[in-house]
Nanobody, 114 residues
Framework: QVQLVESGGGLVQAGGSLRLSCAAS?????MAWYRQSPGKERELVARITGGRSREYSDSVKGRFTISRDNAENTIALQMNSLKPDDTAVYYC???????????WGQGTQVTVSS
């Protein structure tokens, strides 16, 4: 198993920036950020593997950047040019193996005001 501790988030005006961080208790195969807003399903925002292969949802490409520190078992999500539609609870996610279980953080609120 792995424990995930998130930090960052908060309230920002549209066009602003925020940075989320997540620390894992052990090394992982991949880590990611998901988000969920009221009435919507949880969706992938960005994912990064130990080899630093990255993928992004179309809605955040060019605005968000995911990075990883393998030595510290941490990831960060730099979010720029934020929009009100980015408002959601953001969850850190980790997998220990390519087809293994998903582990989740407690979630952190991001609110973007117009």
């Amino acid at each position: 198993q792995v424990q995930l501790v998130e930090s960052g988030g908060g309230l920002v005006q549209a066009g602003g920036s925020l940075r989320l961080s997540c620390a894992a208790s052990r090394s992982t195969f991949s880590m990611a950020w998901y988000r969920q807003s009221p009435g919507k399903e949880r969706e992938l925002v960005a994912r990064i593997t130990g080899g630093r292969s990255r993928e992004y949802s179309d809605s955040v490409k060019g605005r968000f950047t995911i990075s990883r520190d393998n030595a510290e078992n941490t990831i960060a999500l730099q979010m720029n040019s934020l929009k009100p539609d980015d408002t959601a609870v953001y969850y850190c996610n980790a997998m220990l193996h390519p087809f293994g279980a998903h582990y989740w953080g407690q979630g952190t609120q991001v609110t973007v005001s117009s």
